[in-house]
Structure formats: structure tokens, C-alpha cells
């Protein structure tokens, strides 16, 4: 994997005097960057496992008149109906961590399929996939998603899985470079000599290869749905009946003139944080994760 | 069909209200002269009145879009009647309207000197020209789906400014809903024009009246508005109006960006920063809009069990939903299905919040609690039933919801975008309960003329959007029909009580609450704002208003 | 990882563009063996790692092979999406007709003959290959049908909304590039130093910030509280009064607040790139032998290694346009700019199909063709890959 062919060249670079000191691995080990963002990723997901503890109120249940301000009852007040503007925002963890990983996991799960199986099975398979990911990777993310969120109604399920089926065509490219390169150094084809089957090859090799960049896949592209789960929420599109931070985004920004009231810095600000911090908090694993930054953001247009 | 409606105005005119036949008594003559009431003292005109509101479609009769748009069109084009800030039916085009003993046949008498903007004079061959071009058309125009008005026998010029409409029967509404609506265009332009949805060039825009479209920005873009000053009431009071593109009215009004600013039940903190400053003023009609529940008659068991329906009415507290919804600023819903403020509104019982009553009522109508705390009918099956709602009302589905749980009637909540499948849905009798705005994506209202009843509840009206589907009582029909013929106004009012009482028993559809309407202006602009009485209030609905800078009359206030 | 960009090089047709955002240290490393700014072009050539020289007249006839596959896949790439917009809308739940009612008047009466009259009006009545080739010959010649709403033609509202968009996406593109490029090349420089440090998490931060909010925030305060900016669109309407130079103010004015969202959107990006690019610099050979020969520290930073990071971000700037494109959907909203992505939004509030699909098919269009001239820059620019 990358780290291992480019580290140890960076080292020996690096042991002259340069600008910067450290070697590579030590300074992922200790990268804020990472730590930050597990510590905030860990938070989200505690939040969203012990939701039922944090409130005693049923985010979707009305349970307050509207717009009530924050007391003891309602920390951060109700919305319109009177539903918990608290219980919305810890149980909207839940649907933006849900989104996260099942877009995250269909992407990958994707990318190895149309990636990595293709390229070590070679030959037509790989050129016709190769093809269809470099179509793929062009079609333009938002606008499809915008197109079909608007034709489909309102299914979050739509949202969820073409979210994931976006990421499939960039992941693929990376999966299938580095197994490509794989192929090329003769570790498969050598075990495969010696009479390991597929599935040696794929633990013995590939896994230890392709794992951290699964990885780093995996965290990005996690970052980049609840992103997008959050702003197609609030154009109006996916379940309006749910309960989500883009969604108490839509909600909040929808009343007229939200900023006359101070109703915003409990409404709209404490959404727009948890969004902002969750997608952050992804950022900063998946960059602390690669060798070098591999910037995610081109992926999302 | 042999149920087709007898005369149907366009559709956005269905909230005119009724025309003021009083003073004759139902003699059957009807004269109307022009008014004669003074200006107010001398004041500044308002160079420009500038509103927060895009274009709703191309201003022509044709491509104009839903209430809002008509409202903008309406500022090119004249009608041969015109309504007034106090409701009254004032002469516009015409200069005096008659109407022959049996009231089925019109004659409007033409003002000397209107011409149209491109400089050619009004004649009656125009306004003949314009009743039989509408009438060729299938739709006013693809785009707005707006019917032409239907039931006119023939239209003919008798004199050189005397034009006779003949009905196929007498219609109560017609001054108001046609007369009082429909735009006049000049045959010049439109005589060669075989789409007019489709005439969008700016060269088509030929009117007679106040203002002529000096830049039209495209939909959802910004028109301006200048006063024409050879109209022929004379220059109009406001000499230019600008309309934008605004998405937050009120933080602009603030700003300075717009005059007037109009919401629905509006919250406190909107109206606080406007109430404590004498530069602004505020006026409010309550009763102009509502929510509307439905239920599907055409399926068999619980929706079509009246005992069912009432059990509903029941269970939602409508005083809450205005506390909610509206910020406490409006009325609950009145089963009779005309607003209270309505001058038809006849009192009906309502269904008073009681959810202990609503479960014996459906205990005693045989419907059993079941598993999981959900009733169900005689047949076993469970009280649950799909809601669909607009997604811009997700809060009111949430609170129906949840108001039919208290009596063990499961509602599965669909909130579906305004579009194909609300409105599909609902014309094709394919939903179990649906709650949509009334009036919809145009015009009309439950303080607009009662003939509105006849048009949601008759069975012989095919179904609408805005129908009570399947609802069948042919002696609701009866009146339905008896009304639109009646005269005499104590009369009418008599028939569309009984008919308000009946819609109120049966209810198949229940408005929840009417949220009031607010419209805060900028006196130093414009100091004489109204809402038209019965009118689905817009803020730029005001022509009248912007020609004379006065509530009432034809007269031009003095600058 | 590391060959990632010998592959695509190697793969011959357009990897698409996004391939080329992961230059890694050791891969920039070669880009700056091989490259044209060394201080000295033998320790240069010395240090490429793909320095073998090509038989000039076979890479001529690569290099050809290679641009008409680039062609062959963006004109596979156009007709797909062209072919996609017809299908999707045909392919979803919900009919027309049914988004046509919709828009018609609440007491509007319906019958089966109306239908079928609208259907008829909308070309709906006939088969799907004679829909299909309809549509395929009207776009052809720019007929995109009309909006549902309001009868406009489609490509007339698009027209009209183009050029804002362009002039926020250009402008945006501009500024990020060049905020980006500094910031990238201080930050790269000094490496996990605290200011390293403070501008990556700042701009990492402001990036995730959900654009749509930052611009109500931002229009708050500098349009309704403070009053400085202007609350929306993009010029003052009906300013015929001004003279050129007050539009040009005026035009800025409404720019100013939209333009910085989005490009907060778009610097990080570009400020990941450069700063990777000098990461990766900076072990250079050439970079050692200009220290060692007391190069002052500003020159080296900005005259050589900067300027061969630069490379990615070159055909970046081209990228950011499309990426801004998309942005542009969510951040017009806020601003009621009336650019595509406020036209967008309008019709995806009522469903005007022919609206939105006029729109996705230009937005996607301009951003693969964006992308495909960014990939072909990318190709002359690049030592290892021009032909």
C-alpha cells in the first residue's frame, strides 16, 4: 500500500534538514486531526445509541405547545407542532449515522465489486468495468440526486442508496489502481502458483492491501452522505416526515422570517452544528488516515 | 355529460363576492351608472408601491398563473365590471350595465375614450371578439388549466357601444364571476393567435388597463409597472409599480426592500418590530383560507360511515390547531364549510372537541378496539387508514395523526409534495383522507361567493381538486342549483343555510381553521390598503386601490 | 496508490479528472523531477522516475489515439445523460398530466377528454420511440420543451438564468483559486507548525458548514441587521438609471455575499491540493540544491516549488467550476439569486419537469464538458502524459 512504498522514500528524504522533522507514521499517531475526529465521531455515535436516555420525549410526539421557548422540560424549546427540538436533534444522530454507513457501505461494497473483482480477473471484465466506473465518475452527483429525489417523492431509502451509488464509480478507480498494482508486483499471480486459492490470495494479500484504503473510502464517503442527506433535506427533498438534522434544518428555515425570533440560536444553530461537526468529524479521520490528504470534496461534484 | 355546469366563471374569480342586487329588490332590472363620490383631500401620491412578489407566469389572460398571477395580469387588462375595497361591483369598462326582466340577458353600455395601450380605441367588436375566443378555447390555457366561461348563448353588438350577452339560463353569479373577471382583449392582437398559452412576446400585451409591463423578468423574476397616463379613469394614482423576487417579505420590509408584506397567521415576534413603529401599518381579514380534510365517500365501510366522520371532528381540537398552526391568529374550522366571516355564513353546530364523546360514538357504531389499541369495523378490519398532506403542512398531518390515535383510528401518514401525486390522487378517488388548502394552487375561498358550496359539494359538478369525492345528496344538489337561480338575496341566503346545514351533518369534508391574513405596509407609501372583501387576499391583489388610491368609487384621488 | 496517475495515464481515455486530486508525496516528487522549473535541469532529469525517453513519433501517434478516446467517451458520456434525462422522469412514480393538474385552479373540472386533449398537446399519447425521437430531434434543435407552469420554453428560462450563474461560478472559482493557492503554499511550507495546523482545521471546518446556513447567517447580519448588503437577487431591478459604473457596484454588492459562500465552498479544496503538491515538493532534489546554494527562502517557496505544485491545481480551477455549478443549487436558494440553481429549486417546489430536466441536463452537461477540458489541460500540462 501507498504508505509503504512512499514512506520509506519520505523518510530518507526528510532525515535531511527540511521545513518539516517528523517521519510519516509518527505523525499520523499523533495527529489531532484524528484524534479530534474520533473523539467528535465517538460523541455522535454515543448520542445516537443512548437517544431514549438523553430525552424522555418521542421526537416525532407532540409533546409541548409550538415554539415553546427552552426550559428544563424542553431544552433547546419545540417546534410547530410542539414536538421536542432536543429529542429531534439527538435522534437525528441515529438518521445521519444510518445514512453514513449504509451510503458508505453500498459505495464500497460497490467499488469492490466493479474494482477490485474485475481487475483481478483481468482481461474483457476489466476494460467493460473500467469503463462503465470512468462513465460513472462523470455523471455530476448533486444535480442526479436533486433529479431523481424530486421524480421519486419522498423516500429517504432513494436518497440513501443513490448517495451510495455515487460513490461506487470513485472508490472503484482507487480500489482498482491499487490492486492493479497488486497484480503487477506478482504477489498474487506467485501465491497463486504456489496453489493459493482465491480466497488465501484475498486474506493474504489483498486485504492488508486494500483495507486501509477501504477505510479511508469508507469514512469519506460516510462524510459526504450525511452532508448530502442534509442538504437534499433541505431543498424539500427525501421523507418530510422524518426526523433529521437537514430536515430540522428545512423546518426551521421555513417559517417566515426565522430571524426575527431568537428562536434560531436554539433551532437552526444547534442543527446546523451537529451537521456540521459529524461531517467534520468524518473529514478529519479520513484525512488523518491517508499517507498524504486526499482531498474528498472533488468527489462531491 | 348532462351534469355540465350551466355557467362556470373562470376559476380564479371564484372568490368575488356576491353581486349587490339588493337595492333593486330582485325587480329584475339591474342599472348600474358610474359613481359619483369625492376624492379625499390633497395628498402625495406615491411615486412607486413596491411589493414582495415574483412573476407568476407571463401577464396575459392565458399564461398568467393561479390567483397571484391573475392579480398581476389584471393590471394590463380591464373587465367590464371591477370591484371595490368595500366588495361593491363598480362599472369599469362599462359605463352602465342592464340586465332584462328574467336576468338572462346583459347589456353593457361602453365608456367613451378607453383605448388600448398600443393607441387603438375600444370597440365592441372587441368584447365580442373576446367571449367568443375564450369561449373556442378548451383551457384559457394549458399552463393554468382555467376553464373558459361556460353557458353564454350568444354575444352581440347592439349599438356602437352597446354589447348584449345572452344566457342559457339566469345565473346569479355571472356579473361577479364573468362579467366582473374576465379580462377584455383586443382583437387586433389576438385574432391571429391560435395557442395563447403560448404567446409569450411582449408585443402581445396590449390592455386597456392602468399600467403598462415595462420589464418582465421572466417567471420568478421582477415586473415593473408604469401608470398609463391616458387611462381612462384617468392617471392612476400610484404611477409605478415594482415586484420582486423576495423570499423573506417581512425581513425586507424591515429593510426597506419592499412596501407591504402579506403572511397567514402570523407569529408575534414578525409583528412585534412593526407594531411598535408608527411608519407601518397593519390591516387583517381572517377567513380567507383554510385546511380542509377529506374523506374519501367512495370507499366502502368506515370513511363513508357519517358516525365515523363525526367520531373524527370530534377527536381534533381545532382551537389548538389555530394556537399551533397560526399562532393563535385565526378561527376554527366551521362544518358548514363557509367561513364564518363569510355574509352567507349561516351557524351550524360544531363538532365541539370531546374525545370521550367521539369514543362512545364509536363504540356505540360498532367499532371495537382491536389490536394494539386500534378499533375495527364489523368485518374485523382495523380502523387504519392512509393521510396524505401537502409536505409544506407536515405539522398538521402530524397533529391529525395524532388526534385520531386518541380514539383508535390508525392514520398512516403520506406527506406528499404539492404535485402529481396529492392532487392525482386526489381527483382520481385514489386516498383514503387527504388534507389540502383551500382554496388550492388558485383562488377562491371560503369567504367567496356561496356558490363555492355547489362547486365542492353538488354531484353533478364533475370531480375537481378541490371536490368532495363521491359525496352524493341529491337534495344538497337541488339547492345547489336553486341558489345559483335565486335573486333575491334573503332568498339566497335562506337556500345556503339549509345547504350549509346539510354540508355540516354529513360532513364530508371538514375545514380544520381559517389562519387570518396580515398585511403590513409602509404608510408614508400607501396609507389606504384593503383587503376586497371575499378575495383570496395577495398583496398585490389591489388594483383598484393602486388606480384611485381610495378604498371605494372611481374617482381618482387628487395628488 | 502511488500509480494511480501512470494508470490513468496509461488507460488512455478520460480517468475523469477527480483521479488526479491524489498527488501523493511521492508522486509529486516525480512531477518535480521531471519538471521544466528545476534550478538545475540535469539534477532534474536525474531525479525522474519515468525519465525514459519515448520514441517521439510513437508517443505522437499515442497521443492521438488518446484524444479521440477522450472524445469517443465525453460523446458517449453527453448522450447517456441526454438519454438518462428523457428516461428517468418516464421510469419515476407519477404522472404528467397528473404534475399538470397540480398547477391547474383548485375548482378546475376534470374529465377523461381533457386528458387525453393534454396529453395530446404534450406529445404523451404517442409510443416511447416516437417520444424519444421527438425529444432527441428537439433538443437538437434546442427545443427543451415548456415549463408546465408557465408555458415559457425551457431554454428561454434557462438563458435568462445562465449568465448570473456563470458570473458567481467564474467569480468564485477565481477567488478560491487564489485564496487557496496562497494559504496552500504557507501552510505546505511549514508543515503541522501551528499555523499549518489552525488553517486546515479552519478551512476544513468552514467547509463543512452547511453552505445554505452560513448564508442566512451571513444575510442576517450584513442585509437585514446591518443593512450594508443588499437581501436579494442579483442587481438592483430596473436600475436604468444607473450609470455603468454604479451597475458594476451595484452587480458587486449583490455578488459579494454569494460569491464568499461559495467559495469558502471551494477553497479548501484547493487549498488541500496545493498544500499536498508542496508537501511533496519540498524533499526535492532541486529544492536541497537551492537551499544549498542560499536561494532566498521566498523565491524557492513561490518561483519553484509552488510553481511545480501548481500543476494539479491548474486544471483544478477548471473542476471547481463544475463542482461550484452543483453548489450553486443550495446557495442561490438562500440569496434568491436568480441564477440556475434558484430556477432549479423553484421548479423542484412545484414539480415543473420540464423545468428541472431542462436544468439537470444543462448543469450536468457543463459540468462533464468542464470536466472533460479540465482533463485535457490536465494532459498538455503534464510532462509525463503531453503528447
Redesign the interface.
Known amino acids: 500500500m501507498s504508505a509503504q512504498t512512499s514512506a520509506p522514500v519520505e523518510v530518507a528524504r526528510e532525515a535531511e534538514p527540511g521545513p518539516d522533522q517528523a517521519t510519516e507514521p509518527e505523525r499520523r499517531r499523533r495527529s489531532p486531526l484524528l484524534v479530534v475526529g474520533l473523539g467528535l465521531l465517538g460523541l455522535v455515535l454515543l448520542v445516537a445509541l443512548i437517544a431514549s436516555l438523553l430525552t424522555p420525549h418521542d421526537p ?3 409533546s409541548g ?3 415553546e421557548e427552552p426550559s428544563a422540560g424542553h431544552p433547546l424549546g419545540t ?5 421536542d427540538i432536543f429529542a429531534q436533534l439527538v435522534f437525528g444522530a441515529r438518521t445521519s449515522l444510518t445514512v453514513a454507513t449504509v451510503s458508505a457501505s453500498l459505495a464500497m461494497a460497490g467499488a469492490l465489486l466493479f474494482g477490485v473483482l474485475p481487475a483481478l480477473v483481468g482481461g474483457a471484465a476489466d476494460s467493460v468495468s473500467n469503463r462503465l466506473m470512468v462513465f460513472l465518475l462523470a455523471l455530476p452527483g448533486l444535480p442526479l440526486l436533486v433529479l431523481v429525489g ?1 421524480l421519486a ?2 423516500s429517504h431509502l432513494v436518497v440513501i442508496v443513490l448517495i451510495g451509488f455515487l460513490g461506487i464509480a470513485p472508490n472503484a478507480r482507487i480500489l482498482r489502481s491499487q490492486t492493479l498494482a497488486l497484480v503487477q508486483r506478482g504477489f498474487i499471480s506467485a501465491s497463486q502458483g504456489f496453489g493459493g486459492g482465491p480466497l488465501y490470495v484475498l486474506r493474504r494479500h489483498l486485504v492488508p492491501a486494500l483495507g486501509p484504503l477501504i477505510l479511508v473510502g469508507f469514512v469519506n464517503w460516510a462524510g459526504l452522505a450525511v452532508a448530502l442527506e442534509a442538504g437534499l433535506a433541505f431543498l ?1 427533498l427525501g421523507d ?2 422524518g426526523i433529521s438534522w437537514g430536515l430540522m434544518l428545512n ?1 426551521a428555515l ?4 426565522i ?3 431568537p428562536m434560531w440560536t436554539w433551532w437552526v444553530l444547534p442543527a446546523g452544528l451537529a451537521v456540521t461537526f459529524t461531517v467534520l468529524a468524518f473529514t478529519f479521520v479520513g484525512v488523518a488516515l491517508e499517507p498524504s490528504f486526499n482531498p474528498r470534496w472533488l468527489r462531491s461534484s | ?1 348532462d351534469h355540465e ?1 350551466v355557467l ?1 366563471g373562470p ?2 374569480v ?1 372568490d368575488r363576492r356576491r353581486f349587490l342586487l339588493a337595492a333593486l329588490g330582485g325587480a329584475g332590472v339591474l342599472v348600474l351608472g358610474a359613481c359619483t363620490s369625492s376624492g379625499g383631500g390633497p395628498r402625495t401620491a406615491p411615486a412607486t408601491v413596491r411589493l414582495p412578489n415574483a412573476a ?3 401577464p396575459t389572460p392565458f ?1 398568467a ?2 390567483g397571484p398571477g391573475y392579480s398581476q395580469m389584471i393590471l394590463l387588462y380591464d373587465t367590464l365590471l371591477w370591484k371595490d375595497g368595500t366588495g361593491e361591483l363598480l362599472p369599469w369598462l362599462a359605463e352602465t350595465v342592464t340586465s332584462s326582466d328574467d336576468h338572462q340577458t346583459y347589456t353593457f353600455e361602453l365608456r367613451d375614450g378607453v383605448t388600448w395601450s398600443d393607441g387603438e380605441p375600444l370597440t365592441v367588436e372587441d368584447v365580442v371578439f373576446t367571449f367568443e375566443y375564450y369561449a373556442a378555447q ?2 384559457l ?7 373558459p366561461p361556460r353557458g353564454i348563448a350568444g354575444v352581440r353588438a347592439t349599438g356602437p357601444k352597446a354589447v348584449e350577452v345572452t344566457l342559457e339560463r339566469p345565473l346569479v353569479t355571472f356579473p361577479e364571476q364573468v362579467a366582473g373577471a374576465l379580462p377584455i382583449i383586443p382583437r387586433h392582437v389576438w385574432s391571429s393567435i391560435d395557442d395563447p ?2 404567446a ?1 412576446d411582449m408585443a402581445v400585451l396590449v390592455g386597456t388597463g392602468p399600467y403598462r409591463l ?2 418582465y ?6 415586473l ?1 409597472y408604469t401608470a398609463r397616463d391616458d387611462y381612462f379613469l384617468g392617471a392612476p394614482y400610484v404611477q409605478r409599480i ?1 415586484m ?9 420590509l ?4 419592499t412596501d407591504a408584506a402579506r ?1 397567514f397567521g ?2 408575534s ?2 409583528l ?2 412593526f407594531e411598535g413603529d408608527d411608519a407601518y401599518d397593519t390591516i387583517t381579514e381572517q377567513g380567507t383560507w383554510s385546511q380542509v380534510l377529506y374523506w374519501n365517500l367512495g370507499k366502502e365501510g368506515p370513511l363513508s360511515d357519517p358516525r365515523f366522520r363525526h367520531a373524527c371532528a370530534m377527536a381534533i381540537d381545532q382551537d389548538d390547531l389555530v ?3 397560526a ?1 393563535g391568529r385565526g378561527l376554527p374550522g366551521n362544518p358548514g364549510f363557509l367561513s364564518p366571516e363569510n355574509e352567507f355564513f349561516a351557524p351550524v353546530p360544531r363538532y365541539e372537541f370531546d374525545v370521550a364523546g367521539a369514543n362512545a360514538l364509536l363504540n356505540s357504531a360498532g367499532y371495537r378496539h382491536g389490536n394494539g389499541g386500534v378499533r375495527q369495523d364489523a368485518n374485523g378490519a382495523p380502523l387504519s387508514f392512509e393521510l396524505r398532506f401537502d ?2 403542512q ?6 391529525v395523526i ?1 388526534a385520531l390515535r386518541q380514539i383508535g383510528v390508525e392514520l398512516r ?12 390522487n386526489k ?1 382520481f378517488g385514489g386516498y383514503d383522507m387527504v388534507v389540502l388548502p ?7 375561498g371560503p369567504n367567496a361567493d356561496p356558490d ?1 358550496l355547489r ?1 365542492i359539494f353538488s354531484s353533478r ?6 371536490g368532495a369525492t363521491n359525496y352524493v345528496n341529491p337534495a344538497f344538489d337541488e339547492l345547489a342549483e336553486e341558489q345559483r337561480l335565486t335573486f333575491d338575496e334573503g332568498e339566497r341566503q335562506a337556500i345556503v343555510a339549509e345547504m350549509q346545514t346539510m354540508v355540516a351533518e354529513d360532513i364530508p369534508v371538514l375545514p380544520l381553521y381559517y389562519p387570518d391574513a396580515t398585511l403590513i405596509f409602509r404608510k408614508q407609501v400607501l396609507d389606504e390598503w384593503y383587503f376586497t372583501p371575499g378575495q383570496y387576499p395577495t398583496s398585490e391583489d389591489h388594483k383598484h386601490l393602486f388606480v384611485t388610491g381610495d378604498e371605494s368609487g372611481t374617482d381618482i384621488r387628487r395628488r | 496508490m502511488d500509480d494511480h496517475r501512470e494508470q490513468r495515464g496509461a488507460d488512455g481515455e478520460g480517468a475523469g479528472p477527480r483521479s488526479i486530486v491524489s498527488p501523493r508525496p511521492g508522486e509529486a516528487q516525480r512531477v518535480g523531477g521531471v519538471a521544466r522549473e528545476s534550478p538545475e535541469s540535469a539534477l532534474g532529469a536525474a531525479g525522474g522516475v519515468e525519465g525514459a525517453p519515448r520514441p517521439p513519433d510513437e508517443g505522437r501517434r499515442r497521443g492521438r489515439r488518446r484524444w479521440a478516446g477522450a472524445g469517443i467517451s465525453y460523446a458517449v458520456t453527453i448522450f447517456a445523460l441526454v438519454t438518462l434525462n428523457f428516461l428517468l422522469p418516464r421510469a419515476m ?4 398530466i ?14 377523461e377528454e ?1 386528458r387525453a ?2 396529453e395530446e ?2 406529445g404523451l399519447d404517442r409510443s416511447l420511440a416516437a417520444q424519444y425521437g421527438q425529444y432527441l430531434t428537439g433538443l437538437a434543435r434546442g427545443d427543451l420543451g ?8 425551457v431554454w ?2 434557462l438563458a ?2 445562465l449568465p448570473w450563474t456563470l458570473l458567481l461560478i467564474v467569480s468564485a472559482a477565481l477567488v478560491s483559486t487564489v485564496v487557496g493557492l496562497v494559504a496552500g503554499v504557507h501552510s505546505g511550507w511549514r508543515r503541522d507548525r501551528p499555523m499549518d495546523r489552525a488553517l486546515m482545521t479552519m478551512l476544513l471546518a468552514l467547509r463543512e458548514f452547511p453552505p445554505y446556513l452560513l448564508g442566512s447567517l451571513l444575510l ?1 447580519v450584513f ?2 441587521k446591518l ?1 450594508w448588503l ?4 442579483a442587481e438592483t ?2 436600475s436604468g438609471a444607473f450609470s455603468p459604473v454604479e451597475r458594476v457596484v451595484d452587480v458587486g454588492r449583490h455578488l459579494l455575499l454569494p460569491l464568499l459562500v461559495l467559495s469558502v465552498g471551494l477553497t479548501a479544496g484547493n487549498y488541500l491540493i496545493m498544500r499536498a503538491g508542496m508537501v511533496g515538493e519540498l524533499g526535492s532534489d532541486y529544492l536541497l540544491l537551492g537551499r544549498a546554494k542560499g536561494l532566498r527562502e521566498r523565491r524557492l517557496k513561490y518561483r519553484y516549488v509552488a510553481r511545480n505544485a501548481l500543476l494539479p491545481l491548474v486544471s483544478l480551477t477548471a473542476i471547481q467550476l463544475g463542482f461550484a455549478l452543483t453548489a450553486v443549487v443550495l446557495i442561490e436558494r438562500v440569496f ?1 439569486y ?1 441564477g440556475l440553481g ?2 432549479l429549486f ?1 421548479a423542484i ?3 415543473d419537469y420540464p423545468i428541472i430536466q431542462g436544468a439537470f441536463l444543462l448543469i450536468s452537461v457543463g459540468v462533464v464538458t468542464i470536466n472533460a477540458v479540465a482533463d485535457a489541460l490536465y494532459r498538455r500540462l503534464d510532462p509525463r502524459t503531453a503528447p
Open positions: 416525532r410526539a407532540i405547545a409550538a415554539l417546534d410547530v407542532p410542539g414536538r424530486s417523492g419522498e424539500g418530510p416526515s423546518r421555513a417559517q417566515p422570517s430571524y426575527f425570533s | 355529460m355546469p362556470t376559476q380564479w371564484l407568476l407566469g407571463f399564461a398563473n393561479g378548451e383551457f390555457s394549458p399552463a393554468v388549466l382555467v376553464q398559452g403560448a409569450l415595462e420589464s423578468g421572466g417567471d420568478g423574476g421582477p415593473l415594482e420582486n423576487a423576495i423570499d423573506d417579505f417581512f425581513s425586507a424591515l429593510s426597506g426592500a403572511g402570523l407569529r415576534d414578525i412585534a418590530p394556537s399551533r398552526l399562532a409536505n409544506a407536515v405539522e398538521l398531518g402530524e397533529i395524532a401518514s403520506t406527506p406528499v409534495e404539492v404535485g402529481p401525486e396529492l392532487f392525482g381527483l383551500f382554496p388550492g394552487p388558485a383562488p377562491g363555492v362547486q359538478v364533475p370531480p375537481s381538486l378541490t | 412514480p407519477g404522472d404528467p397528473d404534475a399538470l393538474l397540480a398547477q391547474g385552479s383548485s375548482g378546475f373540472v376534470f374529465g381533457a386533449e393534454l398537446y404534450y415548456r415549463s408546465i407552469v408557465t408555458n415559457t420554453p428561454d428560462e435568462r438564468r442576517y442585509a437585514v443593512g443588499p437581501l436579494f437577487g431591478p430596473f434568491s436568480p434558484r430556477l423553484e417546489a412545484v414539480r
